[in-house]
């Protein structure tokens, strides 16, 4: 009825029609002649009475407005008034200065870095005039070489007029989380496969298939600290690292949480045992680039043992370029100034405006008896 009632009013407004057309060529209801429906009567003659007073001003405004509904108006009600921005996901918290090495290069070109077995063992008794060991050592070679990543956005001029909420305000923030991301990502590649511990780098004697668990922990950490040089001299791993996933990163903390353990004997005996034999320099980092590197289910089971990284020789190393060594932001130096003064932030030829974060960084895995992995498909 909206459509016929505006209408109606545009006819008395123009004085094309009278009172009896505009309402469907009714006759005009008075005391003289009352028609048979009383209840018409009265909705017909107060239309009459407000229409002429809407006419002729004597109806405050609000008093129409309260006839148009929100589907009168589509282009003004389009828009919602209340707005708001959602912040932006957190970024992971990187882990691998935990089980890493940090490094600087000088260049883009290829590093090397290199083992040797020493000379080291124990000494041999020699007898009157006998000739003592001349001993030899094996040399190993790791390298690698850094590179370039970089990524950025760009905003034209009327995103930047537009943007009342301030959602742009935090892409430069999001780049730097970005670089953080990358070297995470970077690093889990080093160890990490599709499914699960890397192949190249964990086969034979430091790849297990049990699962997470108290037993099967304390048994990976008896095994990293009786790891021998290639002389059977005993390598000394003071603190352990406990790499996770999302997946695991419960369990994992529930075995470190732990205090107390009960055990039965085959002679019915109970035996409590306090604390969980496992949480001495032990820590646990939660790597939540694993299930995205691990494509397989393993990714939910799959765990790593790593020693210190700060000791005699890392499991792995992640090298950034000297100078560089912290993600650098750049923006495009704008070339547009405005006629009378006034420099503005944007290219002359797009009106845009243009950021870009560059980090430089590369890496390797160094020595696979520093660590331990297992698939965990033995649950």
Request: proline share 4%; aromatic share 10%.
């Amino acid at each position: 009825m909206t459509t016929l009632f505006s209408a109606a009013v545009e006819r008395i407004d123009s004085n094309a029609a009278s009172l009896r057309e505009s309402f469907g060529g009714q006759r005009k209801v008075s005391s003289a002649r009352p028609r048979r429906d009383p209840q018409w009567e009265r909705a017909l003659l107060e239309a009459e009475a407000f229409v002429q007073d809407i006419r002729y001003g004597r109806r405050p405004i609000d008093h129409f407005r309260e006839a148009m509904s929100t589907s009168d108006f589509p282009l003004l009600f389009a828009d919602s008034l209340d707005r708001q921005l959602y912040g932006a996901y957190e970024a992971t918290v990187p882990t691998w200065q935990n089980y890493a090495r940090a490094a600087t290069v000088n260049d883009f070109r290829e590093v090397k870095r290199f083992a040797t077995s020493g000379v080291r063992g124990l000494l041999s008794k020699v007898g009157e005039l006998a000739e003592h060991e001349r001993r030899g050592m094996d040399e190993t070679e790791y390298s690698y070489a850094v590179a370039k990543y970089e990524a950025g956005f760009a905003l034209s001029w009327e995103n930047m007029i537009n943007d009342d909420l301030n959602a742009f305000m935090r892409l430069p923030q999001d780049l730097a989380d970005s670089a953080r991301d990358s070297e995470e990502e970077f690093v889990t590649r080093l160890f990490c496969g599709a499914n699960g511990p890397l192949t190249s780098v964990y086969t034979g004697g430091n790849l297990l298939t049990a699962a997470l668990d108290r037993d099967s922990l304390q048994s990976a950490i008896t095994t990293l600290m009786k790891r021998t040089d290639d002389n059977g001299n005993p390598i000394v791993v003071k603190a352990v690292e406990l790499v996770v996933g999302p997946g695991l990163a419960l369990q994992a903390q529930e075995i470190i949480d732990t205090t107390e353990y009960r055990t039965v004997d085959p002679n019915g005996n109970v035996r409590i045992i306090s604390g969980n034999g496992v949480a001495a320099n032990l820590r646990i980092s939660v790597n939540y680039w694993i299930p995205s590197v691990a494509s397989s289910s393993n990714a939910d089971t799959s765990w790593w043992l790593f020693a210190n990284p700060n000791g005699p020789r890392p499991a792995m190393e992640f090298g950034r370029l000297r100078g560089f060594e912290a993600p650098a932001l750049y923006e495009k130096i704008p070339d547009m100034r405005r006629i009378g003064g006034g420099e503005e932030p944007v290219s002359f030829d797009t009106e845009g405006a243009e950021k870009k974060i560059k980090h430089v960084y590369g890496g390797a895995f160094v020595d696979s008896r520093m660590s331990i992995a297992s698939t965990g498909a033995g649950a």
